[in-house]
């Protein structure tokens, strides 16, 4: 028997698109609402070639409060929504603040605004480990202290964070899972959908397979002069399949009123910090494949540390990070050669 609709936003993106294969799986009718502003429709035949189901499709802007209306009056039977839908290039919201203080925060109060109109009973919010800056104890749980915002983007999060609490303490008839996501990377086992980066990555996973590929000469290291076992950077580095198997349950609680408060946070992370060196090696390991690399100067703005303490989400949620690194490597070398062999990088 099919369960209730779910409308995800930003449902052809990296996380979106891996959380759509869960749903689906677990029986969710889903709509889909994305600008295509960073992913395209190809992503439809992916989740098709994995699920056997296309699920429905609106290519329209989240801030567009008319559109977004449309939406619901089309979908009366949306229950819960997972919202994605932002700008999320760290450095582009240094020279684009507004661009990301509008896409962020207008999608968010457009769509906050038509849940009680429209009946929905909760919403899922992508959060961010950013929201704890460079943590004083690791590994970080919830309670540790927000740190101010280093990028209008981390500051969209927060902010967000706040938005969602001040609207249902006011009084607002629904629920809101807060997900505080580390490093999402890898891509699901088929290599039928995955990351696409836009342009030259800034992220690590993506700027290492391209690496192996080819496509970019060499990786750079940045720094190995942190107060860390090998001097790089750790961060928790979470497996995306896992991560999105987190969302249906976050949807589940919310449609069968099972949260213990009306707003609940979760950290998504696996609890081990590995370092870009120790995360190097894994890549080549799993795949057999060498990744030139150097070491150069530290990157502005980097936190030196940051890993999960899971323990919530483990035991309230009944989650686990399950996939092995060295898989999660795999799935994402598979990923980029599949790129390859589509013409695409
Ligand atoms: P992504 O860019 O791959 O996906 C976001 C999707 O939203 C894209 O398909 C884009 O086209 C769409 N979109 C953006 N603005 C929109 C708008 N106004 N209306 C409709 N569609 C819009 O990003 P992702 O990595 O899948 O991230 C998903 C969410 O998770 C984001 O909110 C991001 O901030 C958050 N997050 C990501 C990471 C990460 O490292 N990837 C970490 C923590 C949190
Ligand atoms: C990881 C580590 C780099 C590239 C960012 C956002 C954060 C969150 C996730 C959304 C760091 C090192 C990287 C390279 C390298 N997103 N690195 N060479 O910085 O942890 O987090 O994405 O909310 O908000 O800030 O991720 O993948 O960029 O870097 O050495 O070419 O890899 O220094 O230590 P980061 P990342």
Redesign the pocket.
């Known amino acids: 028997m099919k369960k209730e609709r779910i409308l995800v936003?930003?449902?052809?993106?990296?996380?979106?698109?891996?959380t759509v294969v869960e749903l689906i799986n677990a029986g969710y009718e889903v709509v889909i609402?994305?600008?295509?502003?960073?992913?395209n429709r190809d992503?439809l035949k992916g989740i098709h070639a994995i699920t056997g189901v296309t699920p429905d499709f609106v290519e329209?802007?989240?801030?567009?409060l008319a559109a977004l209306t449309k939406l619901f009056e089309t979908y009366p039977d949306i229950k819960g929504i997972i919202?994605?839908?932002?700008?999320?290039a760290v450095g582009e919201s240094m020279q684009k603040p507004i661009l990301y203080y509008r896409?962020?925060l207008?999608?968010l109060m457009n769509l906050l605004d038509l849940m009680p109109r429209f009946g929905v009973k909760g919403i899922v919010?992508?959060?961010?480990?950013?929201v704890y800056g460079e943590p004083d104890v690791n590994p970080v749980t919830e309670e540790a202290p927000i740190k101010k915002a280093t990028s209008p983007?981390g500051n969209?999060?927060q902010i967000s964070e706040e938005i969602i609490t001040d609207v249902i303490n006011a009084g607002a008839p629904f629920k809101s899972v807060l997900?505080?996501?580390?490093?999402?990377?890898g891509a699901h086992p088929s290599a039928e959908i995955g990351?696409?980066p836009?342009g030259v990555p800034q992220?690590l996973i993506p700027y290492l397979t391209q690496t192996a590929i080819g496509i970019r000469k060499e990786l750079s290291v940045f720094g190995n002069d942190y107060d860390t076992p090998d001097g790089s950077c750790i961060r928790d580095f979470i497996n995306?399949v896992d991560l999105a198997k987190a969302h249906v349950i976050a949807v589940e609680r919310m449609l069968n009123d099972k949260c213990e408060t009306p707003v609940e946070i979760f950290n998504l992370g696996t609890g081990v910090g590995l370092s870009v060196l120790e995360l190097i090696a894994s890549f080549e390991r799993a795949t057999g494949v060498k990744v030139p690399h150097k070491i150069v100067g530290r990157r502005p703005g980097d936190i030196e540390k940051v890993w999960a303490n899971p323990k919530r989400a483990n035991e309230v949620l009944g989650w686990k990070a399950e996939t092995p690194i060295d898989d999660t490597m795999r799935s994402a070398w598979k990923w980029q050669q599949r790129l390859r062999e589509r013409g695409i990088m």
């Open positions: 936003t930003g449902g052809t993106g990296y996380i979106g698109s891996h609402i994305d600008n295509l502003s960073n992913s992503v329209a802007d989240c801030t567009d919202n994605f839908a932002a700008s999320k896409n962020n207008n999608t919010f992508s959060s961010s480990c950013t983007y969209t999060k997900l505080r996501y580390f490093n999402p990377v990351e696409l836009n992220n995306v």
